[in-house]
């Protein structure tokens, strides 16, 4: 029993990760709360729950507000962009619900339709995690986001699945594990894309990319290919 409470058990360091998300969560709900600010804040969560993933956060707070200073501008051009074709998106469901034909056009509508939701859903997933790693172009972390989650559908698959389970459990099950929401989702992903990301910081390493300079990675990472 003692091993178990001593505060550098593997159990201990497991409730405090999971304690530290509930806190980052509501950091990043208090973030968020002015929309146009979401981008920036997310960006911050995922950098502190990928350092988490390492067993490297240090001040968590501290860290969270670095990394929503430094990302701002470049997290709300894209935030804003995503958000306007969430819009987009949205509008085109509903009027794919409300108008079913059985004609090929609605078929081939609908379709295509999906595909940009699903393409929409892997951009959204992976594209603020490569903004809290990487130095690059709003094209290139798009570009990025749709080429990881493409050739890493396993890990794209099981995310899909985190974020659907604790939505579930919320609305269904237990409302108040909204506290958890967004922190746990982040840090649990954060351990799957942890192998990911090390392996784009080696191919951003290598002397054709130009060489990096800090954590944050320098140069682009379009053309990435799995070793």
């Known amino acids: 029993m003692n091993s ?3 505060p550098e058990s593997k159990l201990m360091l497991i409730f405090t990760k999971i304690a530290y998300s509930a806190y980052l969560n509501i950091l990043w709900f208090l973030c968020c709360l002015p929309v146009v600010t979401a981008g920036a804040s997310t960006t911050a969560l995922f950098y502190v729950t990928l350092k988490m993933a390492k067993d490297e956060e240090g001040n968590v707070t501290k860290s969270f507000f ?3 200073k430094e990302n701002f501008k470049k997290a709300t051009v894209i935030w804003l962009i995503l ?5 987009v998106l949205a509008l085109d469901g509903y009027i794919f619900y409300h108008m079913r034909f059985e004609n090929a056009f609605w078929a081939v509508g609908t379709a295509v339709f999906l595909v940009a939701v699903a393409a929409y859903a892997i951009v ?5 995690p490569l903004l809290a790693r990487f130095e690059n172009t709003v094209r290139a972390m798009f570009l990025n ?3 990881l989650g493409m050739r890493f559908l396993l890990c794209t698959a099981a995310m899909a699945v985190i974020y659907f389970v604790m939505a579930f459990v919320v609305i269904n099950v237990f409302t108040p594990a909204i506290v ?3 922190g746990l989702c982040a840090l649990l992903c954060s351990h799957l894309l942890s192998n990911i990301l090390l392996m784009c910081e080696e191919k951003a390493d290598q002397p054709e990319s130009g060489g990096i300079s800090d954590e944050r990675e320098a140069g682009e990472l379009e053309g990435i290919s799995e070793d």
């Open 180 to 182: 958890f929401g967004e």
């Open 4 to 6: 178990l409470l001593n």
């Open 66 to 68: 670095r990394a929503f």
């Open 145 to 147: 986001s749709i080429m």
């Open 83 to 87: 958000l306007a074709l969430g819009i």
């Open 124 to 128: 959204l997933m992976y594209i603020f």
